[in-house]
């Protein structure tokens, strides 16, 4: 109980010398999960998968900080509201990004837990021509080519995220010329049908 495994010198000056002294070359994830371990090297997979996600919104608000200098209120209004979808867009793309690749090491490593829905035969409402299973020898449905998936995606998935992203940004928009013209006109609070009598005006003249 008093012995603890001494480090590999060897070992050690490999990894400084392909992960620590590198800065812009990939991490070794191979080597670090072959010696510390399959939870350290998902940890560090993690931080730099992350690390390289958080340039997109970095360059994004970037640019879009640049193009709203100097602007009215009422643009820099807007891009903020733009920034805030983007960044809610961007989290959720993130996030089935990162869910994908951690699976992708851990098949790689030998630690996937297959979930028991996995195992479950095809549903029956599933069609496809069948093809005997790798795994189980046995016949199941093919999916889909993938041209067939990606073309629904792109024509029909897409589009319909696209759009809902659009009618939030709009009901945002006028919420704000909404707000501006209650401050703009000095108008008392008068109850709420009076509220929602004026925000039916100001709808109906921005349509």
């Known amino acids: 109980m008093q012995i603890f495994p001494l480090h590999e010198t060897k070992s050690l000056a490999s990894l400084q010398k392909s992960w620590v002294k590198q800065v812009l070359a990939p991490q070794p994830l191979d080597d670090i999960a072959e010696y510390f371990g399959v939870k350290v ?5 993690w931080l730099g998968h992350y690390t390289c996600a958080l340039g997109v919104p970095a360059v994004f608000g970037t640019i879009l900080y640049a193009f709203l200098w100097g602007k009215n209120q009422m643009a820099q209004d807007m891009g903020h509201v733009l920034f805030s979808l983007f960044n809610v867009a961007w989290a959720s793309l993130y996030l089935e990004a990162w869910k994908r690749y951690s699976v992708e090491l851990a098949f790689r490593w030998g630690t996937l837990s297959t979930p028991p829905e996995l195992l479950e035969p095809p549903r029956p409402l599933y069609k496809g021509p069948l093809v005997e299973n790798n795994v189980t020898g046995r016949l199941e449905p093919k999916e889909a080519p993938a041209w067939k998936r990606r073309a629904f995606r792109y024509l029909v998935s897409f589009p319909i995220i696209g759009l809902c992203l659009f009618l939030v940004f709009v009901v945002m928009f006028l919420m704000l010329r909404f707000q501006d013209w209650l ?6 609070d008068s109850g709420i049908a009076q509220c929602m009598y004026n925000l039916h005006k100001v709808i109906i003249i921005h349509i």
């Open 41 to 45: 090297a998902l940890y560090f997979s």
């Open 183 to 188: 401050d703009n006109n000095n108008i008392p």
